[in-house]
C-alpha cells in the first residue's frame, strides 16, 4: 500500500531551527516534494528530492534517503509567516504520466 | 498568484446533485492535475491529463470524472453528490507530463459544500 506518516503538529520559536520528518512506504518511487500550504490557500511548492542528499534553497533545506524511506524539511531563521502546513508528498510515476501521494501535513506554529 | 484559475470559488449544493467545477492552467502548461482536499483526508491526488489525454488516475471515485479540452482548460464532474465530497478541490498545472519538470502551481480551489 501506499502510506505516508508526518507528525501532525509542532512548534517552534522564531528565530530557531525546525525539522520536520517525512516517512513513505510507496509502491513506486520517482521524486519526494515538499510543499507549504496556509490555512484556507493553495499549497505552494518548496522542494524536490529524487537523490539521496541535500538540497538547499535559501532558509529551507530538504534531505532524502531513499533506502530508509525518509525524508526531512529543515527551516532555519524561522518566521511569524512561517506558521503553515507542511507537505510531504511521493511521486509514482514516470515520463508518461504523474501519481503523486500526500501525507496527512504537519501544521507548525512559530511563536514569537 | 500561480496563473492557475479555478472557478467557482465557493459552490454550495445538495446531495444528488451534480456540479462542474472548472480549471484554466497556466500559460504554456499542457498538464492539469485534480486534487481534493478534506479535512480528515487530507490532500488526495484524483487524476492527471495532459494535452487533452488521461495520463494517471488515483484516488477519484466512479461517480467523479474529468476532461481536458482542446484549449487546455479541464472541467471536473462531480455528480450524486454525497456529504462526504465537501471538500476543497484544487487544480495544478506543469508544462509536461512527466518527470523531468518538478514543480506543479496550484490554483486557488474551488470549495465544495454538500447540504
Known amino acids: 500500500g501506499q502510506n505516508i506518516d508526518q507528525p501532525t503538529e509542532m512548534t517552534a520559536t522564531e528565530g530557531a531551527i525546525v525539522q520536520i520528518n517525512c516517512t513513505y512506504q510507496?509502491?513506486?518511487?520517482?521524486?519526494l516534494f515538499w510543499y507549504q500550504q496556509h490555512a484556507g490557500e493553495a499549497p505552494t511548492f518548496l522542494s524536490y528530492?529524487?537523490?539521496?542528499g541535500l538540497e538547499e534553497k535559501g532558509r529551507f533545506s530538504s534531505f532524502l534517503s531513499r533506502s530508509k524511506g525518509y525524508s526531512y524539511l529543515l527551516l532555519k531563521e524561522l518566521q511569524m509567516k512561517d506558521s503553515a502546513s507542511y507537505l510531504c508528498?511521493?511521486?509514482?510515476?514516470?515520463?508518461?504520466?504523474?501519481?503523486?501521494?500526500f501525507g496527512p501535513g504537519t501544521r507548525l506554529s512559530v511563536l514569537p | 498568484d500561480s496563473g492557475v484559475t479555478q472557478t467557482p470559488k465557493h459552490l454550495i449544493t445538495a446531495t444528488g446533485q451534480r456540479v462542474t467545477l472548472r480549471c484554466s492552467p497556466r500559460?504554456?502548461?499542457?498538464?492539469v492535475y485534480w486534487y481534493q482536499q478534506s479535512l480528515d483526508q487530507g490532500l488526495q491526488f484524483l487524476i492527471q491529463?495532459?494535452?487533452?489525454?488521461?495520463?494517471a488516475k488515483g484516488n477519484i471515485l466512479e461517480r467523479f470524472s474529468a476532461q481536458q479540452f482542446p484549449d487546455l482548460h479541464s472541467e471536473l464532474n462531480l455528480s450524486s453528490l454525497e456529504l462526504g465530497d465537501s471538500a476543497l478541490y484544487f487544480c495544478?498545472?506543469?508544462?509536461?507530463?512527466?518527470?523531468?519538470?518538478?514543480?506543479?502551481?496550484f490554483g486557488p480551489g474551488t470549495r465544495l459544500t454538500v447540504l
Open positions: 500559460s504554456g502548461d499542457l498538464s
Open positions: 491529463y495532459y494535452n487533452g489525454e488521461e495520463r
Open positions: 528530492n529524487v537523490l539521496d
Open positions: 508528498a511521493v511521486r509514482d510515476g514516470g515520463n508518461y504520466g504523474q501519481n503523486f501521494v
Open positions: 495544478a498545472s506543469s508544462p509536461d507530463s512527466g518527470g523531468s519538470y518538478n514543480e506543479q502551481f
Open positions: 510507496t509502491s513506486g518511487f520517482n521524486g
